[in-house]
């Protein structure tokens, strides 16, 4: 019996583990399998292969039942199924199948499927500067940050090169160059305003929003299987171009191709399972999302790349005698405080003139503002950006 078991121990067993495959999790794979560890993916969601699994992405709208907007009365359920675009509704989980209070207007994207949101961002990608960082340092708000911009600039760097971006090198210290591929061209009535704003506040800028995509695909690229972008702004599809950056179309083809990649679709982590003699963590239990068959897997290396609210799940789920309230729980504040990402900071006018303009092409990038208060001293009263 104890043979039986240690044939399944090592059958189970894999030189990394990695939870989630999205965004992070797919570059983390990337990253292991590179260098010759045979990694296991364990995601939650369906498979989705790069352009195969994209059941939308070349449909026109009169394909649809609603023509793209499903009406009102027939979204249903709270968070992201109400965004309502038929293009996308296949990524949105289902309401009912995991419904959450929402006491205020709350949208909490999921992405439960292989690529996880890297599937739905919006690819806007700035760098941060020692402003943001040094932050805390200054204002004396909040704990610092143990990192400053030039410990992130290698990696910002080597990131950039395999991901690919569009935009402008544009020399303001509150927003530090990047390594970008030509940007697309604002539109006459962006550039009017950005000349008005800079006249005005001289220290205000509206540039090119440095976004995912590839304008000028290089031969790391390439080598990618990713062409570039058309301007069809139907990324959320899924691009069968791979012109934006998704973990599909990127990091997880990447590391299939090293021979050291196992991905494991519809497997939910529960938990981390703790060694007490040893000390420290050495696997994870997963729950099959199908059979609900209840499994351990098992590897030295484990990195929880669930997103924020469910890598604090699956690490408070994590009990043992050591760690009572969680994984890495002791303060007590694992779950707490977390962070919202802000998903709409947008400004709109209308504006008469230029009628004797017209835009050529899409514009995925959009135009950015960077933060201009509270930079290079405090002019408000709140803290920051
Ligand atoms: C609409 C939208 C627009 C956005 N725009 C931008 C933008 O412009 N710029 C930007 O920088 N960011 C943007 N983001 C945010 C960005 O997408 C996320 O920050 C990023 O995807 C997070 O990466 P992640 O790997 O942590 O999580 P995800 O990409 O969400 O991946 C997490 C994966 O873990 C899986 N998982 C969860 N729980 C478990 C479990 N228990 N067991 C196994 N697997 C599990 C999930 O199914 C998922 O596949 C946007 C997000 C959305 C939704």
Redesign the pocket.
Known sequence: MSNLNLKAKQQNSYDAIV???????GWAAKELCEKGLKTLV????RMVRHIEDYPTASKAPWEFEFRGTVPIEKRSGVGAARWGREETMHWALAEDEQPYIEEKPFRW?R????????L??????QRWSDYDLEGPARDGYAVDWPIRYQDLEPWYSYVEKFVGFAGSRDGLPELPDQIVQPGFELSCIEKYYAEQLKSMYGNRHLIQGRCAHLTDPQEIHKQQGRNKCQHQNMCNRGCVYGGYFSANASTLPWAEKTGNLTVRPD???ESILYDEEKGRAIGVRIIDRNTKEAMEFYSKIIFV????I?SN??LLNSKSSRFPNGLGNDNGLMGKFMAC?N?RGKGFATFEGFQDKATEGRHPGHAYVPRFRNVFKQDTDFLRG
Do not use: C, D, M, Q
Not at 42 to 45: K, N, V
Not at 111 to 118: L, N
Not at 305 to 308: I, K, L, M, W
């Open positions: 939870i989630g495959s999205g965004a992070s999790g364990l995601e939650r969601g994207f992405g439960y499927h292989v690529g996880g949101k890297s739905l961002w919006a690819r806007g990608t497997a939910v982590v790349n669930a997103s924020t469910n799940a699956i990402h998903y």
